[in-house]
C-alpha cells in the first residue's frame, strides 16, 4: 500500500485487530482486519465497503479522519494512513483538556458532511441502527437511567420520595428523543478520536458501520475518558460549561448547550446502572468489574460528574437540585 514496496520493519498490535506497520524508509501505516466482516460481504453494509466509501468522502472533504491507502477484500483487512499512537482517551486519564476544541470543530464538520452525503449513504446505514431502531434504544437508555437514579439514591443517598427527579428526568428524555438525529458513526467513544503527534489536532476513526443518532450524544461519548482497564482509571470529561457554548456556536443550534447537558446526564446514569448491576452480580459483572476498578471511588465519580452543569437549561438544573438533596449523606452503601 506504500509507493516503492519498503521493507517492513516492525509489526506493533494496538489491538488484537489493529497493527501499527513501519518500514525501513520511515512510513508507518495502520492495518485493521475487520474480524466480522465476512458477515457482511455482498450486502449494502459490507463493513470494508462502508469504511472505504465515507472515509474516502470525508478525507477528500478536509475533515479530521485518516486517509484510507487500500483494502484486502481476502482477509478483510483496511490500509490507513497512521496519523498517531495516542487517543483522547489517553490526553484525557492524563489530565489534558485542551484539544476539546479540535474535537468538537472536528464532530461538526464530519456530522455536516455525513449530512451532504446522506441521500449517497443511508442505503449503507447497518440495519442495527435505523431511525426506529434508535427509538427503541433510546426508549431502554431511558429505563436504564431511570434505574441508575434509584441506585444513585439507595447507594449512596439517603431514603427520599425520587418522583421530582424522575419525573424532571421524563421531561428531559421526551425532549431529546423530539430532535432531529443526524447520520454518522456508530462505534464513538475517547479511544476513537487519535491525538496527532505534535498534539495539536485529532482525528476521528472507526466508521465501518454508520447509523443515526444524536450529535451532541455522540460528542459527549466522544470526550469523556471512563479509564477502563487502568489501574489508576477515572471518569474523566472533557466537557465543561464554556465547551457546550463553544458547540452551539459551531454547531450553529441554539439549544446545543442544552442537549450536551441532557444527553451527559442520560450518559452518566447509564452507566450507573451498568456498574450497580455488576456490583448485584449481574450478566457479565466479572469482565466489567475487571476494567472499572474500584467501583466505591468511582460511583462517586458518577455523582460529582452528574453534579456539573453545562447549561442554564431549568430542567437540567432542577434535576440536579433534586439529586444534589437525595444524595447529602455521610458514607456510602456499596
Not at 505534535?198 to 461519548?221: N, P, Y
Request: net charge negative; hydrophobic share 45%.
Amino acid at each position: 500500500m506504500l509507493s516503492g514496496r519498503p521493507e517492513i520493519v516492525a509489526i506493533t498490535p494496538f489491538t488484537d485487530e489493529v497493527w501499527r506497520v513501519e518500514t525501513a524508509d520511515g512510513r508507518k501505516m495502520v492495518v485493521k482486519q475487520q474480524l466480522f466482516g465476512f458477515l457482511t460481504q455482498g450486502k449494502a453494509y459490507d463493513l470494508l465497503t462502508v469504511e472505504r466509501e465515507v472515509l474516502g468522502l470525508l478525507h477528500e472533504a478536509g475533515c479530521p479522519v485518516p486517509e484510507v491507502l487500500g483494502v484486502d477484500d481476502d482477509r478483510q483487512c483496511i490500509f490507513f494512513a497512521w496519523v498517531g499512537d495516542d487517543t483522547l482517551d489517553d490526553a484525557l486519564q492524563a489530565g489534558d483538556t485542551v484539544l476539546i476544541g479540535p474535537a468538537i470543530e472536528g464532530l461538526c464538520t464530519i456530522e455536516r458532511m455525513c449530512d451532504r452525503y446522506a441521500a449517497r449513504l443511508v442505503s449503507r446505514v447497518v440495519p442495527t441502527a435505523g431511525r426506529d431502531e434508535l427509538a427503541a434504544a433510546w426508549d431502554a437508555t431511558g429505563v436504564r437511567a431511570h434505574e441508575g437514579l434509584e441506585q444513585l439514591s439507595r447507594r449512596l443517598g439517603k431514603s427520599r420520595d425520587m418522583a421530582g427527579a424522575v419525573l424532571l428526568l421524563e421531561k428531559m428524555h421526551y425532549w431529546l428523543a423530539e430532535r432531529p438525529p443526524s447520520l454518522g458513526s456508530t462505534d464513538y467513544n475517547a479511544r476513537n478520536v487519535v491525538v496527532d503527534p505534535d498534539g495539536s489536532r485529532v482525528r476521528f476513526i472507526e466508521f465501518a458501520k454508520i447509523g443515526w443518532d444524536w450529535t451532541e450524544r455522540r460528542l459527549v461519548q466522544y470526550t469523556t475518558s471512563m479509564g477502563s482497564g487502568r489501574a489508576d482509571g477515572r471518569m474523566r470529561s472533557a466537557l465543561h460549561w464554556d465547551s457546550a457554548l463553544h458547540y452551539a456556536e459551531i454547531s450553529g443550534r441554539a439549544d446545543g448547550a442544552r442537549a450536551l447537558d441532557c444527553h451527559q446526564i442520560f450518559f452518566l446514569l447509564n452507566g450507573v446502572a451498568m456498574l450497580c448491576a455488576s456490583l448485584d452480580g449481574g450478566p457479565r459483572a466479572e469482565v466489567l468489574l475487571a476494567r472499572w476498578r474500584e467501583p466505591a471511588a468511582r460511583l462517586r465519580q458518577f455523582a460529582a460528574m452528574l453534579s456539573q452543569a453545562l447549561s442554564a437549561d431549568p430542567v437540567a438544573a432542577e434535576f440536579r437540585d433534586e439529586l444534589r438533596i437525595c444524595l447529602t449523606s455521610d458514607g456510602d452503601r456499596l
